[in-house]
């Protein structure tokens, strides 16, 4: 776990490597989504506050022996027509490691694939982030379409 979560940081640090402050930059937690209860990184490609970028975070859980850790990544496209209110739509997939314990049939212990469709909060200048989500989530042997998931987080 703690090679996991050490490697997890470093391609977090990676991901922002080499990006111009001007490109949009929202750091924040998730409740719910690809990742269950995560810290997100989320930054465009460009030096844009829209078009395409990516999200990369890291949560799990523990509770009396049993967990796991998530690493969701996701390629996204976010678009707006007055530079605050931004509709984002996206894919990718998140890599689970679970303790043992977890049932192995249980969604919680694979890797799965995951949507995003939903609506974001996102000042032009920096500041309070808010983003609400639908996230169908797809993995071996089971799918929920209606699994969502709720973030705060500062934008800068």
Request: aromatic fraction near 20%; glycine fraction near 18%; charge should be positive.
């Given at each position: 776990?703690?090679?996991?979560?050490?490697a997890?940081?470093i391609?977090?640090?990676?991901?922002t490597?080499g990006?111009?402050?001007?490109a949009?930059?929202?750091?924040?937690i998730e409740?719910g989504?690809?990742?269950?209860?995560?810290?997100?990184?989320d930054?465009?490609?460009s030096?844009?506050?829209?078009?395409?970028g990516?999200?990369?975070?890291?949560?799990?859980f523990?509770?009396?022996?049993?967990?796991?850790?998530?690493?969701p990544?996701?390629i996204?496209?976010i678009?707006?027509?007055?530079?605050?209110?931004?509709?984002?739509i996206?894919?990718g997939?998140?890599?689970?490691?679970?303790?043992?314990?977890?049932?192995t049939?249980?969604?919680?212990?694979?890797?799965?694939?995951?949507f995003?469709?939903?609506?974001?909060l996102?000042?032009?200048e920096?500041?309070?982030?808010?983003r609400?989500t639908i996230?169908?989530v797809?993995?071996?042997?089971?799918?929920?379409?209606?699994?969502?998931?709720?973030?705060i987080?500062y934008?800068?």
């Open positions: 776990m703690k090679k996991l979560f050490l997890s940081a391609l977090l640090f990676g991901f490597a990006y111009s402050q001007k949009a930059k929202v750091v924040f409740a989504g690809p990742g269950l209860a995560s810290l997100n990184l930054t465009r490609f030096k844009k506050e829209d078009g395409w990516g999200r990369i975070g890291m949560g799990g523990y509770i009396e022996g049993e967990g796991a850790v998530f690493i990544a996701t996204n496209y678009t707006s027509k007055n530079g605050r209110d931004y509709f984002e996206g894919a997939a998140t890599y689970v490691a679970a303790s043992s314990s977890v049932d049939g249980s969604p919680f212990r694979t890797t799965s694939g995951h995003n469709f939903g609506y974001r996102q000042p032009k920096g500041g309070f982030f808010f609400a996230n169908p797809f993995g071996k042997g089971f799918f929920w379409p209606y699994y969502g998931g709720v973030s987080g934008k800068f």
